[in-house]
């Protein structure tokens, strides 16, 4: 089983809707960062959260470290919304930075 | 501006031959990882260090090599002991401490002919 598992694997929404992305992890961490990748393959870090919630325009993480649970919303989404986002732990002990498989979004016209 | 720089983009190279990746960064960060990624499927983590001159073999560090001689560079050498090298290659830095944001490089795709 892998430490990180992200649901769900594709994901296909119309323009406007509410998104939610979920990650679920294993072991202790000190801090988990969501992801986007383009189709290109470059990353860019869109958040990183120890605890409680982040918003930034209409993106917001939220992690509950008690259930070792996280998600990423994505309100009003639009078609340039569309990328595979990803989740990564960073274990308590050490620099180990392990990630998610990924979740494809794509959000249609 | 800050950042981090891999090189080459695209590379090719002929079975049983090794391979140099760069990743340099100018961020002062002290970790850097490496993460292999084939289609359509997660990153998979190589080779990190959190200090120069200190690195720990990943998930699937068999057939890679790594060195941490400065600071802002982290070289994975593919060898020719890796069955199976084609694959897209990233490297990542790490900020001060645990709540230390990410950097990404644009990645080097590899390809062996």
């Known amino acids: ?109 | 501006d800050g950042g981090i720089t891999q090189s080459p983009k695209y590379l090719f190279r002929k079975e049983g031959q090794n391979v140099t990746l760069s990743c340099e960064q100018n961020l002062n960060h002290d970790a850097m990882y490496w993460y292999r990624q084939d289609p359509g499927q997660g990153l998979r983590l190589i080779y990190y260090s959190q200090i120069v001159n200190d690195f720990q073999k990943g998930d699937i560090a068999e057939g890679y090599s790594v060195s941490r001689e400065k600071k802002e560079s982290f070289p994975l050498t593919v060898t020719s002991a890796q069955k199976n090298p084609t694959a897209f290659y990233l490297c990542a830095s790490r900020g001060q401490g645990d709540t230390g944001e990410l950097f990404f490089g644009e990645g080097s795709r590899l390809t062996v002919l």
Request: charged residues 15%; positive net charge; hydrophobic residues 35%.
């Open chain 1, 1 to 109: 089983k892998n430490e990180v598992e992200q649901s769900p694997q594709n994901l296909t929404a119309q323009e406007g809707e509410f998104i939610t992305i979920n990650c679920s992890y294993s072991v202790g961490i000190s801090a988990l960062h969501w992801l986007q990748q383009h189709p290109g393959g470059g990353i860019v870090s869109l958040f990183m959260l120890s605890s409680g919630k982040k918003k930034h325009g209409r993106l917001i993480a939220t992690i509950n470290i008690q259930e070792k649970h996280s998600s990423l919303h994505i309100t009003a989404s639009h078609p340039r919304d569309s990328a595979v986002y990803i989740c990564a732990v960073l274990r308590l002990s050490g620099s180990r930075l392990t990630f998610g498989e990924g979740t494809q979004l794509t959000v249609n016209p």
